[in-house]
């Protein structure tokens, strides 16, 4: 992503808040239907074309499932794809890249950390999840599911959910 474009999700983050003009902050009782990935299921449902990633990418594109990101995620999401290991061109980044940052809410994220001990990305995208008020948080990291579960109290009304888990709920 050119240099000027990842500026404006930085300055849109820090100056619009969540959802459409309404306060990014939330009550628990009016979470959105918002889904935030961590990065890394973010980076894996855009790198492979497999039936559970398709189905989340048409979710959060065609509006069903409004994907949350913040500034911080969409510098993630950039670094990641850039990484030489992925041997992605510059436009093959751009093309996935279109298929997130263009239908995705900008929030801005906690300031503090509330789990510590959490790898940075599934961190992340909790500390998203809090401030936006998302009801879903979608990640496949073992350590956030279980600091979540045994923190339950701190995290009413957020669900959090494998891919796989969130395929299976919604085809019901």
Do not use: F
């Given at each position: 992503m050119k240099a000027g474009t990842a500026k404006?999700?930085?300055?849109?983050?820090?100056?619009?808040?969540?959802?459409?003009?309404?306060?990014?902050?939330?009550?628990?009782?009016?979470?959105?239907?918002?889904v935030v990935l961590d990065t890394a299921l973010l980076l894996q449902v855009l790198l492979h074309n497999d039936a559970e990633g398709?189905?989340?990418?048409?979710?959060?594109q065609d509006g069903r499932l409004p994907l949350l990101v913040c500034a911080e995620t969409a510098q993630l999401l950039m670094l990641s794809l850039?990484?030489?290991?992925?041997?992605?061109?510059?436009?093959q980044q751009q093309e996935l890249l279109a298929d997130v940052?263009?239908?995705?809410?900008?929030?801005?994220?906690?300031q503090g950390r509330a789990a510590a001990?959490?790898?940075?990305?599934?961190?992340?995208?909790?500390?998203?999840?809090?401030?936006a008020g998302a009801g879903l948080l979608l990640s496949e990291s073992v350590a956030l599911r279980n600091h979540v579960a045994r923190q339950a109290t701190r995290y009413p009304g957020l669900?959090?959910?494998?891919?796989?888990?969130?395929v299976d709920e919604s085809r019901t």
């Open positions: 404006a999700v930085q300055a849109k983050a820090g100056k619009e808040p969540a959802g459409k003009g309404r306060t990014a902050a939330r009550s628990r009782k009016t979470r959105p239907s918002g398709t189905l989340l990418r048409q979710a959060w850039a990484a030489p290991v992925l041997k992605l061109k510059p436009a940052l263009p239908y995705a809410q900008v929030c801005k994220p906690l001990r959490l790898p940075q990305g599934p961190l992340l995208a909790l500390s998203l999840a809090l401030e669900r959090v959910r494998t891919l796989r888990e969130w």
